[in-house]
């Protein structure tokens, strides 16, 4: 089974995942998390910290990035019958990449264009956990330390997360991450364990 665990910056949902590392076996379960820290995602990190980077160019490191994911970490996981748990996953692509592609204006429907280019390799998550947080509170949190951090980005990027859960309400599990990070942690390991059975 491959869960993800999704939501804006500042959420909560990296504390959540650390937690779930304490209570879930390390023989059955791979935690891992994109950006990777394999060459490619060390150029999305330098992309990242890069105020004038291209959007496509930025699209497309994580892309790759992903698919390298997949290919060295993820399917090799589910295929030795392992529980992966991603901190992020193809589902920010969608929400921060097609928030960027909206504010460029390049490219024609930016969410559905950007879920287009994963179509054809990605591996989709079994179950995404979506942290809900107001950007607002995302952004103070995550103390606004790059592009992509400031509340206006955040909210584009939250109105695209909603627009994924609402295709594909059976996925996603909504978390109220506004609550206290304890309170949030017993939240998730309560739906993890109900997910794993």
């Known amino acids: ?3 993800t665990l999704e939501g804006i910056d500042g959420s909560g949902k990296t504390t959540a995942w650390e937690a779930l590392q304490d209570v879930l076996s390390p023989d059955g379960t791979v935690f891992t998390m994109e950006p ?3 060459w490619y995602g060390e150029a999305v990190a330098r992309s990242i910290a890069d105020d004038d980077a291209d959007p496509i160019a930025e699209l497309f490191l994580y ?3 992903h698919a390298d994911h997949l290919s060295r970490v993820v399917r090799p996981a589910l295929e030795d019958g392992k529980v992966v748990v991603s901190d992020r996953y193809s589902d920010s692509r969608y929400a921060y990449q097609g928030a960027t592609l909206t504010i460029e204006g390049t490219i024609q429907r930016p969410l559905e264009y950007v879920r287009g280019v994963h179509a054809p390799f990605t ?3 079994d179950a995404t956990l ?3 947080v107001p950007p607002e509170t995302g952004a103070a949190r995550a103390g606004a330390t790059n592009k992509f951090e400031t509340a206006a980005y955040l909210e584009r990027v939250r109105d695209n997360y909603e627009r994924l859960v609402e295709a ?3 996925r996603f ?3 109220d991450a506004t609550r206290p990070p304890e309170d949030v942690v017993a939240s998730v390991e ?3 364990s109900d997910l794993l059975g």
């Open 1 to 3: 089974m491959l869960i």
């Open 36 to 38: 990777t820290d394999s």
């Open 63 to 65: 892309t790759a990035d």
């Open 123 to 125: 591996r989709p998550p």
């Open 130 to 132: 979506y942290f809900d």
């Open 168 to 170: 594909e309400p059976e």
């Open 173 to 175: 599990v909504r978390i």
């Open 190 to 192: 309560r739906v993890v």
